[in-house]
C-alpha cells in the first residue's frame, strides 16, 4: 500500500472494532495509513479489524481505552506515540444510540449519551493535538448524525450530543487553524449485513435506500486528504435532510 493517498500517515480511529469504525479503518489502510483501532469492550472486532489491515499490509494495533475518562485518554494517546512514533488523523467516531421517551428520561442515560457522543471528543481531540501539531497538517474528522440536525423526540439526548458534536467540530476549526483542519460527518440513517432494512426511510430518501459504511468511510476519506476545507460538516444521508 505504498502508493496510496495516506501512505506514511498514521490514523487513529476510535470505536473501531465493529460497524462504521470499522469500515472507516479500512478504508484509511487501503489507501496506505498505518491505523490504530480504539475499542473500549468489542475486543474481539478490533483485533479483527487490525489482522485484516495487516493483511492489507499496513501497520495496526488494538488498543482498548474508555474514551470518555480522561486518564485513558492519555494512556491511548501515549500508546499511539509509543507503536506509530505520529499521529496524522483522528476519527472520533465512538458513540451510542438508543430511544428513549423524554419524560423518562434517566439522568444516567442523558448523562452517559454525552459522554460518549460529546465529551469523548473533547478529550481525544484535545489530547491529539500536540501529535498532530508535529506534522504540519493534521486533521480531525468527527463522526456527528443526521439527528444533530433534525429534531427527534425519542432520541433528544442523542440528538442533543450530535448537535454538540457539530458545534465543537466549528469551533475547533477555528481555534486550531492554520494547522489543524476539523471536519465533522454526519451519517443518516446506515445499516448493515443481516439488519431488516428501514423501509420507512428507504421510502421517503430521494436515493431509496439506507446507507452502508462504505459510505461513511468515503466522506472520512476525503476530508483526510483534502486541504482547504475546514469546519464543514458533510451530510451523507442520501437525501433525507431535505424531505
Known sequence: MSDGKLSGRVALVTGAGKRIGRSIALALAREGASVAINYNRSASGAEETAAEIAGLGCRSAALQADVTRRSEVARLFAAVD???GRLDILVNNAGAFFAVPFEKLTDEEWDGILATNLKSQFLCSQAAIPLLKRQGLGRIINLASLGG??????????????????????????????????????????????????????????????????????????LATAEFITGQVIVVDGGRALV
Not at 163 to 171: D, F, K, P
Open 82 to 84: 509509543a507503536k506509530f
Open 149 to 222: 440536525l433534525l429534531a427527534w423526540p425519542a432520541y433528544t439526548h442523542y440528538c442533543v450530543s450530535k448537535a454538540g458534536s457539530i458545534m465543537l467540530t466549528r469551533c475547533l476549526a477555528r481555534a486550531l487553524a492554520p494547522g489543524i483542519l476539523v471536519n465533522s460527518v454526519a451519517p443518516g440513517t446506515i445499516q448493515f449485513e443481516g439488519e431488516a432494512p428501514d423501509e420507512d426511510y428507504i421510502r421517503r430518501v430521494p436515493l431509496h435506500r439506507t446507507g452502508t459504511g462504505d459510505d461513511i468511510a468515503s466522506a472520512v476519506l476525503f
